[in-house]
Every structure is written in C-alpha cells, then in structure tokens.
C-alpha cells in the first residue's frame, strides 16, 4: 500500500479530489476512532472527522512528504478535538461503576459478550472524560494507537517529558478518581500496555 499510498498524496496535492477520496477512505477509521476517544459520540466524532479531513486538504501543500501521512491526520484530529474540548469544557464523570479488566482491549465473540463488550466501550468513554484534553490526547495516542513518547511529542508540539508527566498524571487521576483528598484509590486502574488492534479495533464511523 506504501506505493499506492504515495501515488494518491503526489496527486491529492495536485488538486485530484479523487486520490484524496482515497486517502480518506483509507483513514477514515483510525482518525475516527480517535475523535471517538476524545470527543466522547459518535455524532460529534464524525464531524471531527470530516472537519480533520477538510483541514488537510486544504493543506496538503504543507504537508511533509518525509513525515507519516497518517501521523500528519492524527495530528490533525488530535489539535482540532483539544480545541473542541477546551471550548465546550466537559465535566468529568463518575469513575465508581468501572470493572477492573477495563483496559484489556479484547474482542468478545459471543453474543452476550458483545453487549457486554459495548457497555465497556462505553464505561472507557466516561473514563477518558474525566481528563483534561492535554492529557486525554496523550493516553488515546499512547494506549490505542501504541505511539512512542517521541511521536506523542511531535504530534501534540510539545517535549517528551511533558508527554510524559501528562501520562503520569492522567494515570494518577484515572486511578484515584480525581479526588485530592480521598485517602484510598477510587478504582485501582494502571495503563500499563496498548490496547489491542491498535488504530484499526472499530468499524468505519462506527465504534463497533
């Protein structure tokens, strides 16, 4: 696909509305899923997306070509959701109701599992509500789509010691239940390996 790939970017950035159709079908699920993670719906996720979309096509001349097109999208997606979130200020949620298995990431192949498995899908989304959207961006582009601090970094323009410290804090809160003053964890959570599917666990527009 790296070739293919290559040839739809060199004509995008030519004004080929077509090869760019391309790209985002090819993408269109990863920078979803992470606008799901960070927004919260999917209604408010499909518009980030295509917001992500329109933003890079108009910009493709700026575009590196020596840089990760995907990395380039999910930079993109991530700036445009923190934006979002500082606007509308999302109040954080309750973390009492949470399982412990919470990060495992597995599918579940039976029927009653699959209920079961959406009713963890949502209880991660209330979970990752609770974060400032500095920090929600880093543990999204960290846990589910196994960046290193370095592209964390590069992505959010920021150092590797701030990415970071956000992790070390997000997991701080996560665990205590965003409670300064509660002597006893909240829900004893650690974000301790990538989810797993990485960027590619949902269905396209839709959180399966």
């Known amino acids: 696909m790296g070739d293919q790939e290559q040839t739809w970017i060199n004509s995008a950035r030519c004004g080929d509305e077509d090869a760019f159709g391309n790209l985002v079908e090819l993408y269109q699920r990863p920078v979803f899923n992470l606008c799901y993670r960070m927004l919260g719906t999917p209604m408010a996720a499909e518009d980030a997306a295509q917001e992500t979309f329109m933003r890079a096509f108009v910009h493709l001349s700026s575009y590196d070509v020596a840089r990760s097109f995907s990395s380039w999208l999910l930079s993109i997606a991530s700036h445009h959701c923190i934006d979002q979130l500082r606007r509308k200020h999302h109040q954080l949620l309750s973390l009492d109701s949470l399982s412990d298995d919470m990060w495992s990431g597995e599918e579940q192949a039976e029927p009653e599992e699959i209920v079961?498995?959406?009713?963890?899908?949502?209880?991660?989304?209330?979970?990752?509500?609770?974060?400032?959207?500095?920090?929600?961006?880093?543990?999204?582009?960290?846990?589910?789509?196994?960046?290193?601090?370095?592209?964390?970094?590069?992505?959010?323009?920021?150092?590797?010691?701030?990415?970071?410290?956000?992790?070390?804090?997000?997991?701080?809160?996560?665990?205590?239940?965003?409670?300064?003053?509660?002597?006893?964890?909240?829900?004893?959570?650690?974000?301790?390996?990538?989810?797993?599917?990485?960027?590619?666990?949902?269905?396209?527009?839709?959180?399966?």
């Open 116 to 208: 079961l498995d959406r009713e963890k899908e949502r209880a991660v989304n209330l979970l990752l509500q609770r974060l400032p959207a500095d920090y929600r961006a880093a543990v999204v582009l960290r846990y589910w789509y196994d960046m290193s601090y370095d592209e964390i970094a590069r992505l959010l323009d920021t150092t590797v010691s701030a990415i970071k410290s956000r992790l070390f804090r997000a997991r701080h809160m996560l665990a205590r239940g965003n409670d300064p003053t509660s002597d006893e964890p909240a829900a004893r959570r650690t974000l301790s390996a990538p989810a797993a599917g990485g960027s590619g666990r949902s269905g396209v527009w839709a959180i399966a």
